[in-house]
């Protein structure tokens, strides 16, 4: 049948080559930066701007966790339920549609409970619409999958908790 391979334009992120190989571990992420508030779960070339934006956020005064899922399919559950866990706020981030990385998240956070006490999740992804042919950063952009977007869906996700920090809440 039809098939097709996809993978982005530029370059990737994230994975240092070793001088000798060494293999992935399947369905295994990794924190590659620690914070305390919020925790970015970014799954696929949206890494870098994760980290972009808790550069951002640290400057905000919000320590944050940045994780590099690498697999969709198996979850890294132990990960994903710790981050949930310890931080007030957690998002997702991938370069899929409606029913990807995220909704495998909040099915996953919905059926433990994780979400019951109060814990902020949100998810950033592809938007269902038609977007022209730009440049990768303006579609990004345009698509809210940026550092800008991360920040702002952080930010109002605070305004709506009391423990939020001040700037998020003016």
């Known amino acids: 049948g039809p098939?097709?391979?996809?993978?982005?334009?530029g370059n990737g992120t994230g994975v240092a080559l070793p001088e000798t190989p060494q293999l992935l571990e399947i369905g295994k992420?990794?924190?590659v930066r620690e914070g305390k508030t919020v925790a970015i779960l970014s799954l696929g070339t949206r890494?870098?701007?994760?980290?972009?934006?808790a550069e951002v956020l640290?400057?905000?005064?919000l320590s944050t966790t940045?994780?590099?899922?690498?697999?969709a399919k198996p979850l890294d559950v132990d990960l994903i339920r710790k981050l949930l866990t310890t931080h007030e706020v957690?998002?997702?981030i991938e370069e899929n549609?409606?029913?990807g990385f995220g909704a495998h998240v909040?099915?996953?956070a919905s059926d433990e409970g994780l979400i019951d006490g109060g814990l902020k999740l949100r998810t950033l992804r592809l938007p269902d619409v038609y977007q022209e042919q730009d440049k990768p950063e303006v579609q990004y952009a345009e698509a809210g999958l940026d550092a800008t977007a991360l920040v702002d869906t952080v930010l109002k996700a605070l305004r709506h908790n009391s423990g939020g920090v001040a700037e998020a809440r003016a």
């Open 29 to 31: 992420g990794r924190v």
């Open 58 to 61: 640290e400057a905000k005064g």
């Open 97 to 99: 549609s409606v029913g």
């Open 66 to 71: 940045v994780a590099d899922l690498r697999f």
């Open 47 to 53: 890494l870098e701007e994760a980290l972009k934006a």
């Open 106 to 108: 909040l099915t996953m």
């Open 90 to 92: 957690a998002v997702t």
């Open 3 to 9: 098939i097709a391979v996809r993978y982005p334009r």
